[in-house]
Every structure is written in structure tokens, then in C-alpha cells.
């Protein structure tokens, strides 16, 4: 039996019990592989997009991004203990094989949200670039960790990738590019290009790495980078925190810096900075904030989902879980953040999965649910703080040294503190 189904039983009806630093650590892990097994279907892999994080619920509704972190979440499972090496690896090549011959797929691109029981497109979602870069991405540090049939089912994932389709809108323009961000039946092609810095260079990293016609070298050098600068501070745009996060899930960008001289590295320690400074000078009209409660990220809120972010929007709601996932960068600062919130709220924001999406002291609302990308990124980011697996299990893969090459990113030595661009 897969070793987290006696935590299954009895989370539920366990009230929080003191937990700090490396034991909070090692909890929202342990509970997030546990929304990764037990809320991906069991026939099909496919990872619901989000769960009741106490009690029952009847979503079905699962996506592509969500399944990448359901893979990248399997080696981590098993170098904790957490499952055995076996279960695990047939869980990886049941969700592949499910994937690779029974989704539909334009191109090799995947819609957006799906059944999670039978794969099928609902919501009349787009093919999504940013959701399929995100499947792939977990599904190549999986087969690098598993090898054999694994590693043969997630190559041919990423080498089905028409990247000359995503980038010229088809052949319709030639000579774009930017990757677009995405496609529907109906309407063709969105407007909308990845062409402006956000989380969008996990997209370019896979694109330039690719063995089937990469992106050429000046897409890495197309899209902008507007500088925001908060105080002392300045960072590679504003935004919700996830922006300057998810890409270093995968991608180990430490100490680099790219053909442009761009630092990515400190621009995302930079923002987090920012966005916790933010809070804190906000903290006079918000009763959620503090220096310790910080997090302003894409969630969750009391009137609904909502990109939260520096300067603006902002309500007072807060995202544990965006805070945590900058572990890596802040790793005083987000253990404080989350210590804090788990020591004064409990069981209004922990449950089953960890901390629940968000929650906001001024309207006195707590998330019932959890999304699986925001646990995603958390249980990333403490893994490569406290052992760099995912990095190591994707600079392993032939296609990152590729990338790195393309876009210019090599590693520099430079006196502390580094600057964003020189």
C-alpha cells in the first residue's frame, strides 16, 4: 500500500500540533505528494486542478499543469520514504502512456483543463503552452529520475512539441518570435504572445532545448523585460509572486546571467522582497499583513479568484503557499512567513493537503480549497532548497545544456550583492 494512505485516513480529523521549521517544512511536503496521489485519477494520472482542503468535494476537473506537478511530485515521494520506488514509477508511466495515447492534442500542445476521468477538454479551455510546458517539465525530471520506459515516454512527450506551429500562429507569421499562448478550435489562434516577463521562461528554456525545431536563439532576446522598482528595490516586473517563481522550480538559474546581462536569479529574490515590503507598508489599512504575513500571489479570494500582486490588485487576502514557494530566494523570510501563519491561524487555513490557497483577516474569510499548482511550487521549492533534486534531476537532461546555451545563460562570478543587470 502506498505509504501516505494511513496520513490519508487521519488527517481530516487531526487538529494542527506544534510544528517549526524543518518539521512545518517537512509536513506541507508530505501533505502536498498526498493531494498529488491521492486527488489524480487513478485510471487516467491526470491531477485535479484543486480539492476541499478538509472534508469531501466532487471536483473532476484536472489540468495539464497540475499533472506535470504530480510526476515532478513522485521522486520526491519516494527519496522521502514517502512511497515505494515501484508504486511510484508505475503511477509515472500509467499517467504517460494515458496521456501520450488517449488525450487529445493539437500539434502536441494540450488543453488547458480536462476531465480528470477521461482526459476530455471542458470549460472550453485553450491549448495551453504555459500548461503543457509545465507537463513536460515534470514529466522530464520524472523520467530522468525513473529511467527506462519512463524516460522513453516523457522524451516523446516533449519531442512531439511543434514549437515552429506555437511561435509562427501556425505558419501565418513566419517570422514572430514569441511563442503565442495558445489555441482554440473556435477561434484559432489566441492574441495574446508569451512577450513580456512573467513566468514564461519555462516556456523558452523547453523551447530552445528542443531536439525537433527549436526555438531559434533570438526568441530568447524577443520578449521584454520592464524593470519595476519599489523602494531600493528593483525586480523584472511587478505581479503575483508566482510569476517570478515557477520557473526556477525547474530551472537552477543561481549565480547566471544571460547575453541581455539580466540576473534572473536577483530579480526574483528582488521581488520577493518587494512583495513582503509592500505588505508590510500596507499593514496600517490591512489587518493581514505584517513583516511575518506576506504573499501577495494569483489566488483565491473572498469574491473569487483574482492575480493579486505589487502594486495592485490587493484586498488583504494572502497566498501561504506564495510565500513558501520562495524558499529558495528568501529562505530566512519565507520560514518565518510560514511558521507564522500556521502558529496563528491553524485549522483555519491547514487541513489534509497543508495550508489551505488564501485567506484574508479583513473579510474574515478563509479558503476552504487548495490549488494544486500554488502546493506544486511550494513542494518544489523546499526540495531544491533543501536538496537542489528537481535541478539536479533536470540539468540532467540533455536538453537543459542546450537551452542554457541558446539563451546565453552561463554562470558568473561577481561580488555580493549581485545586481539584477549590469
Not at 34 to 48: D, E, I, Q, V
Not at 98 to 106: E, G, Y
Request: charged share 20%; proline share 5%; hydrophobic share 40%.
Amino acid at each position: 500500500m502506498f505509504a501516505l494512505l494511513a496520513l490519508a485516513v487521519t488527517l481530516s480529523s487531526q487538529k494542527p500540533v506544534p510544528l517549526q521549521d524543518a518539521r512545518l517544512l517537512d509536513e506541507v511536503q508530505r501533505r502536498a505528494c498526498l493531494y498529488f496521489w491521492y486527488r489524480a485519477n487513478p485510471r487516467t494520472g491526470l491531477a485535479n486542478d484543486r480539492a476541499r482542503n478538509n472534508g469531501a468535494d466532487n471536483y473532476t476537473v484536472a489540468s495539464t499543469a497540475s499533472t506535470g506537478y504530480a510526476l515532478a511530485a513522485l521522486p520526491i515521494a519516494v527519496e522521502r520514504g514517502w512511497t515505494k520506488r515501484g508504486m511510484a514509477k508505475r503511477r509515472a508511466q500509467m499517467t504517460l502512456q494515458f496521456v501520450l495515447n488517449q488525450m487529445p492534442n493539437t500539434h502536441g500542445w494540450l488543453y488547458h483543463f480536462v476531465d480528470g476521468r477521461t482526459g476530455a477538454r471542458v470549460w472550453d479551455s485553450e491549448v495551453s503552452t504555459i500548461d503543457t510546458s509545465l507537463l513536460v517539465a515534470g514529466a522530464l525530471v520524472c523520467g530522468q529520475y525513473f529511467g527506462g520506459n519512463v524516460q522513453k515516454l516523457a522524451n516523446r512527450l516533449y519531442d512531439r512539441l511543434d514549437w515552429r506551429w506555437a511561435r509562427t500562429n501556425g505558419g501565418a507569421q513566419p517570422n514572430k518570435l514569441v511563442v503565442s499562448h495558445g489555441w482554440t478550435p473556435e477561434k484559432g489562434f489566441i492574441r495574446n504572445n508569451w512577450d513580456s516577463y512573467c513566468e514564461l521562461m519555462l516556456i523558452y528554456l523547453l523551447g530552445l532545448g528542443a531536439k525537433r525545431d527549436p526555438l531559434p536563439k533570438s526568441s530568447w532576446q524577443a520578449w521584454k523585460r520592464p524593470e519595476y522598482t519599489y523602494g531600493e528595490l528593483t525586480t523584472l516586473a511587478g505581479g503575483p509572486i508566482f510569476m517570478h517563481q515557477m520557473a526556477h522550480g525547474y530551472y537552477d538559474f543561481r549565480n547566471r546571467r544571460d547575453r541581455l546581462r539580466y540576473d534572473y536569479w536577483v530579480s526574483s529574490a528582488n521581488a520577493t522582497r518587494i512583495n513582503r515590503q509592500y505588505c508590510i507598508d500596507r499593514s496600517n489599512i490591512r489587518n493581514t499583513y505584517s513583516p511575518n504575513l506576506w504573499g501577495l500571489n494569483a489566488s483565491d479570494g473572498p469574491d473569487g479568484y483574482k492575480a493579486y500582486g505589487v502594486p495592485e490588485p490587493e484586498d488583504g487576502t494572502l497566498s501561504p503557499t506564495g510565500a513558501l514557494a520562495s524558499l529558495t530566494f528568501t529562505p530566512d523570510l519565507s520560514r518565518q512567513a510560514a511558521g507564522e501563519m500556521y502558529a496563528r491561524f491553524g485549522a483555519k487555513i491547514w487541513g489534509r493537503f497543508g495550508f489551505a490557497d488564501s485567506f484574508n483577516l479583513d473579510r474574515a474569510w478563509f479558503d476552504p480549497d487548495v490549488i494544486s499548482i500554488d502546493l506544486g511550487m511550494a513542494l518544489l521549492a523546499i526540495e531544491n532548497h533543501r536538496t537542489g533534486l528537481i535541478w539536479k534531476l533536470m540539468r540532467s537532461h540533455a536538453s537543459t545544456a542546450r537551452a542554457l546555451a541558446a539563451s546565453g545563460l552561463r554562470i558568473t562570478r561577481e561580488f555580493e550583492p549581485r545586481r539584477l543587470r549590469l
